[in-house]
Every structure is written in C-alpha cells, then in structure tokens.
T-cell receptor, first 111, second 115 residues
Framework: AQTVTQSQPEMSVQEAETVTLSCTYDTSENNYYLFWYKQPPSRQMILVIRQEAYKQQNATENRFSVNFQKAAKSFSLKISDSQLGDTAMYFC????????FGAGTRLTVKP | KAGVTQTPRYLIKTRGQQVTLSCSPI?????VSWYQQTPGQGLQFLFE???????NKGNFPGRFSGRQFSNSRSEMNVSTLELGDSALYLC??????????????FGPGTRLTVL
C-alpha cells in the first residue's frame, strides 16, 4: 500500500525567507502523481503544485517549487519569499487510483 | 467558473441518526471523491464516483455510502452515526477524462458533529 510521510509536524519561517517542507512516500509503482495542497484556517484545501512521476523536470508555480527525487521517493516543497498568507497546513499527497495524504506540516510565517 | 460547493456547511446530529451530505462539482467535472478529515486519522479517502458509478473505495464500513447523479452531483450518506464520525467531510472534483489521476479541486467541506 502507498504511504506518505511528512516528518515535520510544525515549521516556522520569517517573512521573505525560504522554507522547505519534506515529504517521502512508499510505492512499488512507476507511474503516479504527487501533489502539495495547503489548508489555511478556513479549512479550504487549495492545490499548490502537481508533479507527474514520469517527468524528470521539477514542477514550479511562481514562488513554489518542488525537488522530486524519484529513486529516493522524496518530494519536497520549497517556498521562496514567504508571505504571511502562506501560513497554513501543507499536505503532501500521492495519487494512483486514489489519493493518499501525509499527516501535514503546520507552517507559520512570522512577520 | 464556480468552484466545488458542499451543503450543508455545518451539521449537528445525535448518535444513531443518519446524515446526507451533498457535493456539486465544478462544471464539466465528471469525477467526485469524498474524504474524511479528523485530528486523529488525518485525511482519509472514502470513495470516488465517475459517471454515476463508484470507481474506487477506501477502507470504511458499509455505513458510509454514496451516489452520483447524471449531472455529476454527488451525495454521501452515513447511517447509524457514531461519535467517531465527527469530522470534516471534504468533496473534490476532477475532469477525470478516463483516468482517476486528474488534479482534484476541493470544496469547503461539511463539518459534522455527532453528539
């Protein structure tokens, strides 16, 4: 069964600085999809970024980028120029036939 | 384009009752997935519906069921409610053009409290 592990329950970063959130997963499959979602206090799950496992190039979306290491089964999220609005729970997710989520990392951006 | 909508947003029930939650996907999306989020278990997949058929199912008891209508709207039902069913129930929709790996977009959730 596919499992997703986020080893950092909580993290904090100063506004305008860079932070990296870690995620590892376990699967024997070769083709799958990985996602990062953020869940602010409103509880609305918002897609941050998506990565297809067959693509070697790391996905980027403005200030958000990933470091996808397929062999190591690692999928970290880098947030550059952190903003107060980035404060949220961040969930790493693995998708094959259904979506499996990690336990989440609570990120606080400090002014 | 309107996002995923869920009704009601908040619900309070007592043990033994049943409840029905509704989800309207983004226009044009044919797949609807349901998730349960609790502090103890995190986010867990309940089931996915595509073209009115259940395509995938998570590891939940039979008290949890769902259906999808021809307009892609979906409902989930929980019968004989237990205290442990208190959770945020999230619905997500995707285009799912023949695959279940399309990006999912989430609704705001329904907060169910069982007393």
């Amino acid at each position: 069964a596919q499992t997703v592990t986020q080893s950092q329950p909580e993290m904090s970063v100063q506004e305008a600085e860079t932070v990296t959130l870690s995620c590892t997963y376990d699967t024997s499959e070769n083709n799958y999809y990985l996602f990062w979602y953020k869940q602010p206090p409103s509880r609305q799950m918002i897609l941050v970024i998506r990565q297809e496992a067959y693509k070697q190039q790391n996905a980027t979306e403005n200030r958000f980028s990933v470091n996808f290491q397929k062999a190591a089964k690692s999928f970290s999220l880098k947030i550059s120029d952190s903003q107060l609005g980035d404060t949220a729970m961040y969930f790493c997710a693995f998708m094959l036939n259904d979506m499996r989520f990690g336990a989440g990392t609570r990120l606080t951006v400090k002014p | 384009k309107a996002g995923v909508t869920q009704t009601p947003r908040y619900l309070i029930k007592t043990r033994g009752q049943q409840v029905t939650l509704s989800c309207s996907p983004i226009s044009g999306h044919r797949s609807v997935s349901w998730y349960q989020q609790t502090p103890g278990q995190g986010l867990q997949f309940l089931f996915e519906y595509f073209s009115e058929t259940q395509r995938n199912k998570g590891n939940f008891p039979g008290r949890f069921s769902g259906r999808q209508f021809s307009n892609s709207r979906s409902e989930m039902n929980v019968s004989t409610l237990e205290l442990g069913d208190s959770a945020l129930y999230l619905c997500a929709s995707s285009l799912a053009q023949g695959a279940s790996t399309d990006t999912q977009y989430f609704g705001p959730g329904t907060r169910l409290t069982v007393l």
